[in-house]
Every structure is written in structure tokens, then in C-alpha cells.
């Protein structure tokens, strides 16, 4: 387990987020959604809710902040072999316009599950752990690390800072689509 592996301390008890402001979904994401979202969760497999909701999510997110920001889908993110931390991402935002390789600083880890939120969260906090040695490597002063663990339609988000570990006590629904955007967007409008 990740939490061991790395020698994490882990919060669950607060709301990280309450303080966070809703951000209005764009025209063509709400669109997206509505015709999507019966779509995805008819198919109800983990590629689907993937292509059809989580990654039209995160392009709106980087759409929103007028490209500045790169969007990476399964890439691989070899960190340290020694310690574990290599594989693919599932999703991965990095604070750097350059889409074509990753570049520090990497912000927020997503990961997708299939009606799993909680078997999902230790790949996640070690996708995370991985971001943060990323950034430390590229000499980036990044402090928080953001994560995520999605079925497309339910959303848990996570921090890292230092050796602590918060797990949001809340639960999104993509009916609260504004509130996970304003999540989303908060680590980027700090730092862009």
C-alpha cells in the first residue's frame, strides 16, 4: 500500500474543499454531458466512463484556462523504478503548456475506477507521491499535489503535501459539475 510504502500520515476527516467557488461549465461540455452521461453509464465500463465523461471533463478544464495548461491520457510517467513509482497515468495535468512531453510542474493526478472509488485511491496517492518527486526532481516549488479518483460520474479528490495525505470527506456527483471544475481549476488559477 502506498500509504506504508511511502510512509504517509492519512487525513480523512476534513472538507477540503468547501471554500471552493463553482465554475460554469462551458456550452459544449454541458451538451457533452447530456448526451454522454446515459450513454456511459449504459455502457458502464471503465474505457467508456473514461472517453465519454472524465477525459471531456478535463479537456473543458484545460479549454477554461485557454490551453495554458496539458492534458496527458494513459501516458506513461516513469518516476523512480527503484521505489515503484512507474506506469501509466490514467489522466495527468501538468501547470506547463507543453503538450507534446510532461513537464514539471505536475499538478493533479486522476484516476479512473469502475464503480470503485476506494480500491482506486492507493494508485492514486502513489500516482501522486510520483508527481511530487517529479516536480522536487525539476527543482519546482510546488507544495500541494492534487488527486482524484473517478468513476466519471461520482469524483474524490485528495491532496498531498509533504508526507500528508487528505482525503476529501465529500463525495462529487457530476450533477455538481460547477463544483468539480472549481476544484479542478483551483491548483492551476494559483499558479497560472
Known amino acids: 500500500m502506498a500509504k506504508t510504502a511511502f510512509e504517509l500520515t492519512l487525513e480523512e ?3 477540503l474543499f468547501s471554500e471552493v467557488q463553482p465554475v460554469k ?7 457533452i454531458l447530456q448526451e454522454y452521461i446515459p450513454l456511459a453509464t449504459a455502457i458502464n465500463t471503465e474505457k467508456a466512463r473514461s472517453e465519454l465523461l472524465i477525459s471531456q471533463i478535463l479537456a473543458d478544464v484545460r479549454r477554461q484556462l485557454n490551453y495554458r495548461i496539458s492534458l496527458f ?3 506513461e510517467f516513469n518516476v523512480n523504478q527503484d521505489v515503484g513509482l512507474q506506469g501509466y497515468c490514467d489522466f495527468l495535468l501538468s501547470c506547463s503548456p507543453e503538450q507534446y512531453f510532461i513537464a514539471a510542474p505536475v499538478m493533479m493526478i486522476v484516476e479512473a475506477k469502475n464503480e470503485n472509488i476506494i480500491r482506486g485511491l492507493g494508485q492514486c496517492v502513489a500516482s501522486m507521491v510520483g508527481a511530487q518527486f517529479f516536480n522536487q526532481r525539476a527543482d519546482n516549488g510546488l507544495q500541494v499535489i492534487y488527486g482524484a479518483v473517478t468513476t466519471g460520474t461520482n469524483w474524490k479528490f485528495l491532496t498531498l503535501e509533504g508526507k500528508i495525505v487528505c482525503i476529501d470527506v465529500v463525495e462529487y456527483y457530476v450533477k455538481e459539475i460547477d463544483k468539480i471544475l472549481g476544484i479542478i481549476l483551483k491548483p492551476f488559477q494559483e499558479h497560472i
Do not use: E
Request: aromatic residues 0%; hydrophobic residues 15%; without cysteine.
Open 73 to 75: 491520457s494513459g501516458t
Open 13 to 15: 476527516n476534513q472538507d
Open 25 to 31: 461549465p462551458s456550452q459544449i461540455l454541458t451538451t
